[in-house]
């Protein structure tokens, strides 16, 4: 199960209290306490997990430990632990009360989510020569809290996008190593799946329904995945009555979503072509004359259509 969007409340630790202590050996009177820990901080840290959301669907809340208390002898209180939680690269936070948001776009990268609070200072650097005992001490400072909204969306060069049971796992597989659910019914993909073609990162975007945009279906779930693909793949079947109506089905969906999905550069698969006879493969291709783009014939069982397909892929990647 993926986990895509996630709320969760994050601690940072509170920062030791500072010591006071004094010295009580003979000869070498004076204050020895010494300062608290900083508390721990939290960060995000990208990684090629496309599940490590999961690790949020029951642990909502996160703290970090809390600094030591300042010890005697100038001994300073240990820092608290720092956490670092693992988010698949595409990940988006999102501050609830700042509206401030914050992106993971690579692998390694840190963003710091919550700073531990400072520790106090011991009395020892309270001294001065005219307070050489001093019985000042400082408390840790607490550390800061936010409420987030942890988002992925996925980063890919080339989305697979079309209605349920076109086709679009079936050529992921073909084309990678990729080991995505395939089935003749709907929504066989329940979530993204990814695979690398070379240095292409290829997202096969669950099937989208008239209404998407609105919720049905699967919903806008995966629509914004799509926001972060650079090149469409627009998959139609030719066991479709209406291939046109299909197309515009996803177009428009995908411009209710967002206007700026239409803008991307669009390649269209007539998928399934082995099972019509190349006469009746050419029928439905002049149905789709109205889409004013190229419309290429594709089957998984086509080795002359795979090479087609890899031969754009290859053009990707010099554009890229």
Known sequence: MLIDDVKIKVRAGQGGDGAKAFNKTKMSLGPTGADGGRGGSIYLEGTADLGALIQFRYKKEIIAKNGERGKAQFNDGADGEDIILKVPVGTVMHDLATKENLEIISIGQKILMVRGGKGGRGNYKFRSATNTSPEEREEGQAGEERELRLELKLIADVGFIGLPNVGKSSLLNELTRANSK???YPFTTLEPNLGAYYELILADIPGLIEGASEGKGLGIKF???????KTLFHFISTQSPDP???????RQELGAYNKELLKKPEYIFLSKADLLSKEAV????SLLKNAKREILPISIHDEDA???VAKILREIIKQK
């Open 306 to 308: 795979i090479k087609r």
């Open 223 to 229: 629509l914004r995945h799509i926001e972060r693909t």
């Open 244 to 250: 046109l109506k299909d197309y515009e089905i996803i």
């Open 182 to 184: 395939v089935a003749n």
């Open 282 to 285: 050419n029928e439905k291709i």
